[in-house]
């Protein structure tokens, strides 16, 4: 038996960090192989003791057994395999109960912290790659709409001549979901070292480089997804928490106009 042949039963009875831990191990099975149980703990901000808890409770007897399992592996088959697909038969039940969760668990006195930088009217700046590239987009939309400055170098070059420009005064707004893009940790560090400027991320709910970088850290819930080596994970809590942000915004300053909805 191969290694989602052995899980996939188990999978359901997953908590939300154990499914990190599983998704950790799916998205980074060739490092995995090579990690000792306590590179692996480290890795993924737990202890060993957890880590046998969690593997036995997805169908393994220990640590050696998990790895001995993993080393016959095919890559192909990881690259190309979606547990959420094949797992999750409510998917519009898990899809809903993300959004849900991700808006429920909102901190609003760290929200009203960003609403207070916002009052400033300060210079937004946006940063973000790959399938994030479509929330910053709205996000350009939407507080360009609200009369916000909105940088957005969707380039890496772009980005890097940005950098050079910061000010103490902008916000700079990062949005990655698994929050360990090297580019963007190296974007904000770059950002930390020269200016002041306040920095606010979205990024999934697990422990991550980007949020413990982060000034404010707003996370989110979502089920990852990954086809034929490309990211569908879905971003729509993270638009979600945007448009809470805005919303806030236009509550504080009463520029509420009608709480009746405009079709056009």
């Known amino acids: ?93 898990e899809y809903l109960k993300n959004i849900y969760e991700s808006v429920r668990v909102l901190d609003i006195d760290k929200v009203d912290e960003i609403i207070n930088y916002l009052n400033e009217n300060p210079r937004l700046v946006v940063m973000a790659r790959g399938l994030n590239k479509s929330v910053a987009h709205y996000f350009e939309y939407l507080f360009s709409g609200l009369g916000f400055e909105v940088a957005f170098p969707e380039d890496h070059y772009f980005r890097k001549m940005l950098i050079n420009g910061i000010r103490d005064s902008d916000l700079v707004f990062v949005f990655s979901y698994g929050g360990e893009d090297k580019e963007l940790i190296e974007n904000i560090e770059q950002v930390k070292v020269r200016t002041k400027a306040t920095v606010i991320s979205i990024t999934s709910a697990n422990n991550n480089s980007i949020q413990n970088l982060s000034h404010y850290n707003l996370y989110i819930f979502a089920d990852f997804l990954k086809i034929n080596t490309i990211d569908l994970t879905s971003r729509v809590s993270m638009i979600c928490l945007i448009e809470m942000l805005a919303y806030r915004y236009i509550e504080q300053n009463n520029q509420f106009e009608s709480r009746i909805p405009h079709y056009e």
């Open 1 to 93: 038996m191969d290694f989602f042949q052995i899980t996939t039963k188990h999978i359901k009875n997953l908590s939300r960090n154990e499914i990190e831990l599983y998704n950790y191990i799916i998205h980074n099975m060739e490092e995995v192989k090579k990690m000792t149980i306590r590179d692996f703990a480290a890795k993924c901000y737990s202890s060993p003791a957890t880590i046998i808890r969690f593997l036995r409770k997805i169908g393994f007897s220990g640590y050696s057994d998990f790895i001995s399992i993993l080393k016959y592996m095919d890559p192909d088959i990881q690259e190309n395999y979606n547990p959420f697909l094949v797992t999750q038969e409510k998917y519009r039940a």
